[in-house]
Nanobody
Framework: QLKLEESGGGLVQPGGSLRLSCAAS????????MGWYRQAPGKQRELVAFISSSGTTNYADSVKGRFTISRDNAKNTVYLQMNSLKLEDTAVYYCQLLQLGYPTWGQGTQVTVSS
């Protein structure tokens, strides 16, 4: 059974930085995609960024140039470095593992950007 454990959320002022981590465990295949989604109150969940097992990345336009996704395949862990945070980045951030066409989600971690 797959499990994703997220960490690193919290409260930060506008312009600040946070780093999210997500560690996957269980029956993980070598070819997969890991990513981050977020959901703000009253809004739909949206893609933030993803990274394939080969290192190919994709970002939402709203975070390009501010967020960086990376992964450590040996640890089955994905990271999201978030810089220059804005008020509108406030949301619950969810980690996703996509393998064999099946998504697995983490429980979510709250990121609050507030002065």
């Amino acid at each position: 059974q797959l499990k994703l454990e997220e960490s690193g959320g919290g409260l930060v002022q506008p312009g600040g930085s946070l780093r999210l981590s997500c560690a996957a465990s269980g029956n993980i295949v070598s070819i997969n995609r890991m990513g981050w989604y977020r959901q703000a109150p009253g809004k739909q969940r949206e893609l933030v960024a993803f990274i394939s097992s080969s290192g190919t990345t994709n970002y939402a336009d709203s975070v390009k140039g501010r967020f960086t996704i990376s992964r450590d395949n040996a640890k089955n862990t994905v990271y999201l470095q978030m810089n220059s945070l804005k008020l509108e980045d406030t949301a619950v951030y969810y980690c996703q593992l996509l393998q064999l066409g099946y998504p697995t989600w983490g429980q979510g971690t709250q990121v609050t950007v507030s002065s």
